[in-house]
């Protein structure tokens, strides 16, 4: 409960959800419970597509966007949010960039000092409308 009072704090909020996962061949998904803590802009982004995912595995059309991540559009990180991708990695589900807001789904596992560079992460990602083609 700490960590989701400290998630309000930080400007994100949390949420319980499920969400429909590709497998390595995008052939199928795979629906998993999972813990949601998003930041909402305050305007929707129209010139986002419906939906950008990054994974902590594989899929065979999506773009390696970091050791170990790959993205469903072509996008480009800063060496420190891979840095947050690759030592938080383990924790997270997935991330969702939306035109309404980025999701980051993961098992709540960690301390405040997680939470503190996860929501870094959101943030930094909340700007990935400047870096798509």
Not at 53 to 74: A, H
Not at 106 to 126: K, M, P, V
Request: aromatic share 10%; with cysteine; glycine share 4%.
């Amino acid at each position: 409960m700490s960590l989701r009072m400290h998630a309000r704090k930080l400007g994100i909020t949390v949420q319980l959800t499920s969400i429909d996962l590709p497998d390595k061949w995008d052939k199928s998904k795979n629906r998993q419970k999972t813990v949601a803590y998003s930041y909402y802009r305050p305007k929707q982004l129209i010139t986002l597509p419906d939906c950008i995912w990054i994974l902590p595995y594989e899929v065979w059309k999506y773009q390696s966007i970091s050791k170990g991540w790959w993205c469903s559009e072509p996008i480009l990180i800063e060496e420190r949010m891979g840095h947050i991708l690759s030592k938080h990695g383990s924790l997270l589900t997935g991330i969702k960039i939306a035109p309404e807001s980025v999701s980051l789904y993961w098992n709540e596992a960690g301390d405040e000092s997680t939470l503190n560079e996860l929501s870094e992460l959101i943030y930094a990602l909340e700007k990935v409308n400047s870096s798509l083609n």
